[in-house]
C-alpha cells in the first residue's frame, strides 16, 4: 500500500490567533483537576486562579488586538481579526466581574467551586469561540459549548425549585432553539455548498465557480435564513422567542445570570452580525423585513413588560430585552457604524448590566430580602457605597447623557438613520423614553426614606417621580454604614466607572469598534 | 441489469448460507458445550439422543417449539415479543462482513467469501453489537418483572461499559492494518514485515477477549443472567422457543466474536506455514483449506469460551463495573497511545 | 460503492423474516392452557404484591451518559486511526491533545466517584 504523506498546514501563527480561547480551555482542564486534587474548601484558590486566566487571556486578546491578529486561522475555520477581540473584551471582562461576585454566592449556596468556575471558563470558551467562528461547524460547536455550561449552570444551586426550573426550562428550550439553528445552517450549506462564511458570501455574490447562479433565489435559502433567525432569535432573547429569559433569569444564580445577561448575547450577536450581515450580505433583502419587525416588537415588548415588574432580576430580563431591540436596531442599519455600534453597545452594556445584577448579588449574599425593588427602600442612607453605583447603572441603562448607555444607543439610532430607517429610530425613541420610568422608579426607591419597621414594604412608589438626587436632604445621617465586601466593592466600582468613562470619552472606542469592523468587512468584501 | 440479479442471486444464497451456518452453529455448539463442560467435570454429557449425542439439538429444538407459551399479566405485548426477535436479528446481522476464506472465481466473477466486503467493516459490526442491548433491555422492560428489570440494567450496564473498551482494541488493530475492512485487516497481517496481530498487539487482544465475553454475556461475566440470585435476569418471564431465541443470540454472538478474534488476531483464513498447501495466492484448492483454517481457529475459540465457562467463578457486579472502567478502560487508551505513537513513527 | 451494502440489505431482509418467523411460531405452536396463577409474574414463589415500579438507580443514568461521551470520543478516533500513516508524527500530536482533554474529563468523574459502584 502506498501511502501518501499529508501535511499539516498548522503553523504556530495558527495557535497563536485562538491563544485566548486555549488560555481559557487550559485554565477550564486546570479548575476540573485543582478542584478533584486539592481537598477542603478552595473558594479563594479556585476565584483567584479563574480570574488569573481570564486576565492572562485578557492579555492575550490584547496582543493580538495590538498585532491586529490574523483574518483567517485553522484552515479558515477560525479569525483572530479586531472584530473578534473587541466582543473578547466584552466576555472576558463580564466573566471576571462575574467571578468576583461569586464567592460569597458560593459560601451561601453550598455547590462546589471547581465545577463552578470550570464551566464558567467552558461557557467563556464557547462564547470566544461564537465571535470567532468563521465556519458554520465552528459556530455550532461554539454554540452547543457555550449553552451546555449555561444549562447546568442555571441550575447549579440544585436544592432550590427556582434554580432547577430555570436549568430545566433553559434547556429544553434552548435546546430546541438550537435544533432550529442547526437546520438553518444546513440549508444554508446545502444552497451554498460550503460550511465557510467567506465562500457562502462569494457564492451569494455570485462570484464562487461551481456555484449556481440560482441559490439567491432558491426557496432553501429563505427556509435557512428564517431558520437561522428563529435560532439566533432565541439565544438573544428578541421577542417573540424571549419567553424564557425573565423565569431563567430570576431562577438562576445572580452571577450567573449577570454573565449570561452580557456575555452570551456578546457571543451570539457577533456571530449573528457574521453570518447575517457578513455573510448574507448581498440577500439583505431576504432578511431586512423579519429583523425589522423583531426589532420593534423587541423594543416594544420588552419595555412594556419591564414596567410592570417588581422583581429586579424580572425587570434586569425584560430591560435586557428591550436592549437587544436597540441593538437589532443597529444591526438592522446594515451599515459600517452600525456594526461598530454593536460592538460598543456591548462593551457599555457589559459594565452598566453586570454593575446592577453586582448590586443584586450583594443584597441576596447578605440575606437582605435580595431581589424585590420593594426592599431597596432607603438603602442609599444605609450603604451609600452600594447606592450611588447603581443610580449609575439605572442611568446608564435608560440613557442618560453623560453615560455609556447614552451613547451605546445614541451611535445605534445615529448608524439606523444613516441607512435611511427612520421607522425604527422613531420606535427606540419612543420606547427608550419608556424605560425610563421603570429605571428611575428604582433609583426613587433607593433614595426614599428609609421605612418605618412597622411599615409596609411594598408602598407603592409613583413611577413618574423625578431622579429623587437633588430631594435627599444632605442631612440625613446614615443609620448603619456596614462596610462592603472587596470584592464587592470592586466590581461594582469597576463597573461604574466603565458606565462613566465610557460615557465621558466615547471616541477613542469608537474609534477602535469602527475600525474593528472594517477589518472584517473587508474580508467579507464589503466596503 | 444482469449484473444486478448477479448481485442480488450471490446475496440471497450466501445470506441463506449464513443463516443456516449459525443456526447449525447453535444447535452443535451447545450439544458441544455440554459434552464439554461434562468431560470437565467427569461426568457425560449429552450421548443418547443419536449417535454420540448429535440429534440432541433438534430434539431441544422440538421441544423448545412444542412448549406453552404464556405471556404474563402485566407485559407490554408488543415489545415483549419482538425483544427477542430483536436479539436474535441483530446476532444474525453481525456476521455479514466475517470473511472466511480468499476471493473465489466462480461463474465469471471473483466473488468473496464474505457476505459483504464493504471498506467500513469494522465500524459495521461494531454498530450491530452495540445494538445488541436493545433486545435485552426492552425485553427486560417489556416483562414487568422485578428480576427482570434488574437483570436488563444491568446487561445494559455491563455491555455498553465494555464496548468503549472494545472498541478503542479494534482500533488499535485498525491504527496497524490502516483499514476497516476485516478482508483488508486479514492481508494486513500477511504482509512483509508483519505478523499476526495477536503478537503485535497482546494487549488489544487480551481487551478483545475480555470485551468479547463481556458484550456476550458469558461467565465470568454472565451474571446479569446469574440463575442463582436473578432467576435468569432478562429473560425470566420467557419460555419455550422465545427464550430459545434469547439463547440462540448469545451463541451466534459468541460465534461472530470468535470469528472476529480469528479475523483480527490470527490471521483470518491463511494457515500456518509456507508450503505449497499454504500458498494463499496460488494453491488450487486454497479456498477450502482457507475455510478449513479459518473454522479451526474460530472453533478453537469457541472452546476457549467453554473451557472459562467451566473454570472461572462469576465476578461480583461492582468488580465488573469498576474492572471495565478503571482498568480495561486506562488500558485500552495506553494500547492505542503505544501503538498510534509506533505508526507515526515507522 | 453503495453496491457493497446490497448483501446486507437482503440479509437483513432475510434475517428479520427468519426471526418474525420464529416469534409468531411460538404464538401457534403448543398448547395454551392460562390460569390466573400461570400469568402472575414471577416472584420465587410468593404473591406479587404491587408491580415493579419503573424507577432504578441513578447510577445507571450516570453509566449511560458516560458512555455516551466516551463512546462518541471513540468513533472520533477511526477516521483518524486510518490515515495516521499519512500525517505522520504531528498527527499523533494532535491526537494526544484531544486525549488530554479526555484523560482530564476521565479523571475528574473518577475522582468524583462517577465510576465507583
Known amino acids: 500500500?502506498?501511502?501518501?504523506?499529508?501535511?499539516?498546514?498548522?503553523?504556530?501563527?495558527?495557535?497563536?490567533?485562538?491563544?485566548?480561547?486555549?488560555?481559557?480551555?487550559?485554565?477550564?482542564?486546570?479548575?476540573?483537576?485543582?478542584?478533584?486534587?486539592?481537598?477542603?474548601?478552595?473558594?479563594?484558590?479556585t476565584t483567584w486562579l479563574t480570574l488569573i486566566i481570564l486576565a492572562l487571556a485578557f492579555a492575550a486578546s490584547w496582543n493580538l488586538w495590538r498585532t491586529g491578529g490574523m483574518a483567517s486561522a485553522l484552515y479558515g475555520t477560525v479569525t483572530s481579526d479586531r472584530f473578534a477581540m473587541f466582543f473578547d473584551f466584552s466576555i472576558l471582562?463580564?466573566?471576571?466581574?462575574?467571578?468576583?461576585?461569586?464567592?460569597?454566592?458560593?459560601?451561601?449556596?453550598?455547590?462546589?467551586?471547581?465545577?463552578?468556575?470550570?464551566?464558567?471558563?467552558?461557557?467563556?470558551?464557547?462564547?470566544?469561540?461564537?465571535?470567532?467562528?468563521?465556519?458554520?461547524?465552528?459556530?455550532?460547536?461554539?454554540?452547543?459549548?457555550?449553552?451546555?455550561?449555561?444549562?447546568?449552570?442555571?441550575?447549579?444551586?440544585?436544592?432550590?425549585p427556582r434554580s432547577q426550573e430555570a436549568g430545566f426550562k433553559y434547556f429544553l428550550l434552548s435546546s430546541f432553539a438550537s435544533a432550529f439553528l442547526l437546520y438553518g445552517f444546513a440549508l444554508l450549506y446545502g444552497v451554498t455548498g460550503s460550511t465557510s462564511l467567506i465562500k457562502i458570501s462569494t457564492c451569494l455574490a455570485g462570484h464562487a465557480h461551481g456555484c449556481s447562479a440560482a441559490a439567491t433565489s432558491s426557496p432553501l435559502l429563505y427556509i435557512g435564513i428564517g431558520l437561522m433567525l428563529v435560532g439566533f432569535a432565541f439565544k438573544v432573547s428578541i421577542v417573540p422567542f424571549h419567553m424564557w429569559t425573565p423565569d431563567v433569569y430570576e431562577g438562576a444564580p445572580t452571577p450567573v445570570t449577570a454573565f449570561m445577561s452580557v456575555a452570551t448575547?456578546?457571543?451570539?450577536?457577533?456571530?449573528?452580525?457574521?453570518?447575517?450581515?457578513?455573510?448574507?450580505?448581498?440577500?439583505?433583502?431576504?432578511?431586512?423585513?423579519?429583523?425589522?419587525?423583531?426589532?420593534?416588537?423587541?423594543?416594544?415588548?420588552?419595555?412594556i413588560a419591564a414596567l410592570a415588574q417588581?422583581?429586579?432580576?424580572r425587570l434586569l430580563a425584560y430591560s435586557g430585552?428591550?436592549?437587544?431591540?436597540?441593538?437589532?436596531?443597529?444591526?438592522?442599519?446594515?451599515?459600517?457604524?452600525?456594526?461598530?455600534?454593536?460592538?460598543?453597545?456591548?462593551?457599555?452594556?457589559?459594565?452598566?448590566?453586570?454593575?446592577?445584577?453586582?448590586?443584586?448579588?450583594?443584597?441576596?449574599?447578605?440575606?437582605r430580602a435580595g431581589d424585590e425593588i420593594a426592599s431597596y427602600r432607603g438603602i442609599f442612607y444605609r450603604n451609600p457605597a452600594l447606592a450611588l453605583p447603581m443610580a449609575i447603572f439605572m442611568f446608564s441603562l435608560a440613557g442618560f447623557p453623560p453615560t455609556a448607555g447614552f451613547f451605546a444607543k445614541y451611535v445605534a439610532f445615529q448608524a439606523a438613520v444613516q441607512a435611511g430607517h427612520v421607522d425604527l429610530v422613531v420606535v427606540g425613541v419612543i420606547t427608550s423614553l419608556v424605560s425610563v420610568v421603570y429605571y428611575l422608579r428604582v433609583v426613587a426607591v433607593m433614595f426614599l426614606q428609609p421605612a418605618e419597621e412597622a411599615a409596609p414594604v411594598e408602598q407603592p412608589v409613583p413611577p413618574e417621580q423625578p431622579p429623587a438626587v437633588e430631594q435627599v436632604p444632605a442631612s440625613a445621617e446614615p443609620v448603619t454604614r456596614p462596610q462592603l465586601p472587596w470584592n464587592i466593592d470592586v466590581g461594582i466600582w469597576t463597573a461604574a466607572l466603565g458606565s462613566i468613562v465610557l460615557g465621558i470619552i466615547p471616541t477613542g472606542l469608537l474609534t477602535y469598534a469602527s475600525e474593528s469592523v472594517t477589518a472584517v468587512r473587508a474580508l467579507f468584501g464589503l466596503p | 441489469m444482469s449484473a444486478w440479479i448477479d448481485i442480488i442471486v450471490e446475496s440471497v444464497i450466501k445470506s441463506i448460507v449464513v443463516i443456516l451456518f449459525l443456526l447449525a452453529g447453535f444447535g452443535y455448539i451447545t450439544l458441544w458445550e455440554r459434552q464439554i463442560l461434562g468431560r470437565l467435570q467427569t461426568r457425560y454429557g449429552p450421548i443418547r439422543v443419536g449417535p454420540l449425542g448429535l440429534f440432541q439439538p433438534l430434539a431441544d429444538g422440538l421441544k423448545l417449539l412444542l412448549k406453552e407459551q404464556i405471556s404474563p399479566r402485566n407485559v407490554k405485548l408488543g415489545i415483549y415479543l419482538s425483544a427477542p426477535a430483536l436479539s436474535l436479528f441483530v446476532a444474525l446481522m453481525a456476521f455479514a462482513i466475517i470473511p472466511v476464506g480468499p476471493p473465489i472465481y466462480l461463474f465469471g466473477k471473483w466473488r468473496d467469501l464474505a457476505l459483504a466486503n464493504v471498506n467500513i467493516g469494522l465500524l459495521y459490526l461494531l454498530a450491530i453489537l452495540s445494538?445488541?442491548?436493545?433486545?435485552?433491555?426492552?425485553?427486560?422492560?417489556?416483562?414487568?418483572?422485578?428480576?427482570?428489570?434488574?437483570?436488563?440494567?444491568?446487561?445494559?450496564?455491563?455491555?455498553?461499559?465494555?464496548?468503549?473498551?472494545?472498541?478503542?482494541?479494534?482500533?488499535?488493530?485498525?491504527?496497524?492494518?490502516?483499514?476497516?475492512?476485516?478482508?483488508?485487516?486479514?492481508?494486513?497481517?500477511?504482509?512483509?514485515?508483519?505478523?499476526?496481530?495477536?503478537?503485535?498487539?497482546?494487549?488489544?487482544?487480551?481487551?478483545?477477549?475480555?470485551?468479547?465475553?463481556?458484550?456476550?454475556?458469558?461467565?465470568?461475566?454472565?451474571?446479569?443472567?446469574?440463575?442463582?440470585?436473578?432467576?435468569?435476569?432478562?429473560?425470566?418471564?420467557?419460555?419455550?422457543?422465545?427464550?430459545?431465541?434469547?439463547?440462540?443470540?448469545?451463541?451466534?454472538?459468541?460465534?461472530?466474536?470468535?470469528?472476529?478474534?480469528?479475523?483480527?488476531?490470527?490471521?483470518?483464513?491463511?494457515?500456518?506455514?509456507?508450503?505449497i498447501i499454504w500458498n494463499v495466492t496460488t494453491a488450487p484448492w486454497r479456498q477450502l483449506i482457507g475455510v478449513a483454517w479459518f473454522l479451526l481457529k474460530m472453533g478453537l475459540f469457541i472452546f476457549f469460551y467453554i473451557w472459562v465457562r467451566a473454570t472461572l467463578p462469576r465476578i461480583r457486579y461492582d468488580q465488573l463495573m469498576e474492572f471495565g472502567w478503571k482498568i480495561l478502560l486506562p488500558l485500552a487508551v495506553v494500547n492505542l497511545l503505544l501503538t498510534a505513537l509506533f505508526v507515526s513513527l515507522s | 460503492m453503495l453496491t457493497d451494502y446490497v448483501p446486507i440489505l437482503i440479509l437483513s431482509l432475510l434475517a428479520g423474516g427468519f426471526a418474525a418467523t420464529n416469534v409468531i411460531a411460538t404464538l401457534i405452536t403448543g398448547p395454551y392452557r392460562p390460569t390466573r396463577e400461570k400469568l402472575s409474574p414471577y416472584e420465587s414463589g410468593m404473591t406479587e404484591i404491587q408491580p415493579p415500579k419503573q424507577r432504578f438507580p441513578v447510577k445507571f443514568y450516570v453509566i449511560a451518559m458516560l458512555f455516551l461521551l466516551f463512546d462518541?470520543?471513540?468513533?472520533?478516533?477511526?477516521?483518524?486511526?486510518?490515515?495516521?500513516?499519512?500525517?505522520?508524527?504531528?498527527?499523533?500530536?494532535?491526537?494526544?491533545i484531544f486525549l488530554a482533554f479526555l484523560a482530564v474529563g476521565y479523571i475528574f468523574i473518577w475522582k468524583k466517584g462517577a465510576l465507583d459502584w
Open chain 1, 265 to 303: 448575547k456578546a457571543a451570539l450577536f457577533a456571530a449573528f452580525i457574521r453570518v447575517f450581515s457578513m455573510s448574507l450580505s448581498t440577500v439583505e433583502s431576504h432578511w431586512y423585513g423579519a429583523l425589522w419587525a423583531l426589532a420593534i416588537a423587541t423594543m416594544v415588548v420588552g419595555n
Open chain 1, 1 to 45: 500500500m502506498i501511502v501518501a504523506v499529508i501535511h499539516i498546514n498548522v503553523t504556530l501563527a495558527d495557535w497563536g490567533s485562538v491563544l485566548p480561547e486555549l488560555i481559557i480551555a487550559g485554565g477550564m482542564l486546570l479548575l476540573m483537576l485543582v478542584d478533584v486534587f486539592v481537598p477542603g474548601k478552595k473558594v479563594n484558590l
Open chain 2, 131 to 275: 445494538l445488541g442491548v436493545y433486545g435485552i433491555v426492552l425485553g427486560a422492560w417489556s416483562s414487568a418483572n422485578r428480576y427482570s428489570l434488574l437483570g436488563g440494567l444491568r446487561s445494559g450496564a455491563q455491555m455498553i461499559s465494555y464496548e468503549l473498551a472494545l472498541g478503542l482494541a479494534l482500533l488499535a488493530v485498525v491504527l496497524l492494518a490502516g483499514t476497516l475492512s476485516p478482508m483488508g485487516i486479514v492481508e494486513a497481517q500477511h504482509r512483509p514485515g508483519m505478523t499476526w496481530f495477536v503478537f503485535l498487539q497482546p494487549i488489544g487482544f487480551f481487551l478483545l477477549v475480555v470485551g468479547g465475553f463481556a458484550e456476550t454475556n458469558r461467565a465470568p461475566f454472565d451474571l446479569v443472567e446469574a440463575e442463582q440470585e436473578l432467576i435468569g435476569g432478562y429473560f425470566t418471564e420467557y419460555g419455550g422457543m422465545r427464550w430459545g431465541l434469547f439463547m440462540m443470540a448469545e451463541y451466534m454472538n459468541m460465534m461472530t466474536v470468535s470469528a472476529l478474534v480469528a479475523t483480527l488476531f490470527l490471521g483470518g483464513w491463511v494457515g500456518i506455514g509456507t508450503g
Open chain 1, 310 to 313: 417588581s422583581n429586579m432580576k
Open chain 1, 321 to 367: 430585552i428591550a436592549h437587544a431591540g436597540y441593538i437589532l436596531v443597529a444591526m438592522a442599519a446594515n451599515n459600517a457604524l452600525g456594526q461598530s455600534a454593536v460592538a460598543f453597545y456591548f462593551l457599555a452594556y457589559t459594565f452598566m448590566n453586570i454593575g446592577a445584577f453586582v448590586f443584586v448579588a450583594y443584597l441576596e449574599t447578605t440575606g
Open chain 1, 93 to 160: 471582562i463580564s466573566a471576571a466581574l462575574a467571578v468576583l461576585i461569586s464567592p460569597g454566592y458560593i459560601s451561601t449556596s453550598a455547590f462546589d467551586s471547581g465545577e463552578y468556575y470550570a464551566l464558567i471558563l467552558g461557557a467563556v470558551l464557547g462564547m470566544m469561540l461564537m465571535a470567532a467562528g468563521l465556519s458554520l461547524m465552528v459556530l455550532f460547536i461554539a454554540l452547543e459549548l457555550l449553552s451546555l455550561a449555561l444549562y447546568i449552570l442555571s441550575g447549579f444551586e440544585r436544592f432550590r
Open chain 3, 72 to 96: 462518541i470520543e471513540g468513533v472520533s478516533f477511526y477516521p483518524w486511526a486510518i490515515i495516521l500513516k499519512a500525517l505522520r508524527f504531528p498527527g499523533f500530536i494532535e491526537m494526544l
